[in-house]
Each structure stands twice: as C-alpha cells, then as structure tokens.
C-alpha cells in the first residue's frame, strides 16, 4: 500500500500518462482528502485532480483520527496527512518527493520512496521501458528534479553507466 503526495501525483501522472500503471503496480494507492484538496486548488494548471478520481484503484481517504500539530508545523497540510495517513496503516509506505517531508517520514520509521522510484519500480516489473524519458516527461511538465538524483536514479535503472 502507498500513500501519495500531490507532487509525485502530478509527476507520475505527467510521466506515466496518467495513475492506471501506479495501481497495478501497488496493491492499495491511498490519496488524503487533504492532498486533493491541494489538487484541486492547481486545477487551472492541469488536470490530476479531475483524472486522480476517476483511475480505478485510487482511494481518496480521510485522515481518521485527524493531523498531528507536530507535522502541521513542520509540514504543509498535504504532507502532514500522507505521513498522519501512513503512521495509521502500518505498513504503508509514503511517496514523497520534498526532502523536509522524507526527513520527517524517515524520523518517524515510515517507508518511503519518492516519484522516480515508483519509475524504478515500474522498469524493474517490465511495465516502463525508460526512466530517462519519463524524467524528461516531469521535467516538460515543469517540475525541477535534482540532476544529480536523476543521474543516480539513471544509474539504478540501468541507463547509466
């Protein structure tokens, strides 16, 4: 089970063509309530929040016993209710691509990945043929990625020596 933030969302949407393939790749995708609601607040920039509720798979889920203040004041809300969402399932893991976010999911013994390892592990099941084009596809999409990771993740994918 993974528990998605807005940005791999909206990253793995633009690289993928949309969220069917993350669904078949992971058992249960659980979205906050929160994290369509920032979705939706970016509805006049493309449109995930729309498509996010229409991909069979995807469950849009409230944060059951609410948002911790120690991640809301550390976090924005999107991030406070992935990581909230995932400490109340144990055994989820969060996708997160911020690194205050992944320092606060790893302090709190949370697994994690973020977009392009859902893009590793999808080449490693067969089900994506190149992760330097889906790099290149969040990159059109706008989204700054750190060469330096993406040279990394290149190299696990085999498409670097």
Wanted: net charge neutral; proline share 4%.
């Amino acid at each position: 089970m993974i528990v998605l933030n807005s940005s791999p969302v909206i990253h793995l949407s633009a690289a993928l063509g949309g969220l069917a393939l993350v669904t078949e790749l992971y058992r249960r995708v659980l979205v906050p309530v929160e994290v369509l609601r920032e979705l939706q607040s970016g509805a006049h920039l493309d449109d995930t929040a729309v498509s996010i509720q229409s991909v069979s798979g995807i469950e849009i889920v409230p944060v059951g016993a609410g948002i911790s203040p120690l991640l809301t004041g550390e976090l924005d809300l999107g991030e406070a209710a992935v990581i909230q969402l995932a400490l109340e399932r144990p055994g989820a893991t969060v996708v997160l691509d911020d690194l205050k976010a992944r320092r606060v999911a790893r302090r709190s013994g949370i697994p994690l990945t973020g977009s392009l390892g859902v893009l590793l592990h999808a080449k490693r099941m067969g089900r994506l043929d190149s992760v330097g084009d889906a790099v290149g596809c969040i990159r059109r999409h706008g989204a700054w990625l750190s060469d330096a990771v993406v040279e990394r993740a290149m190299r696990l994918a085999g498409e670097r020596d």
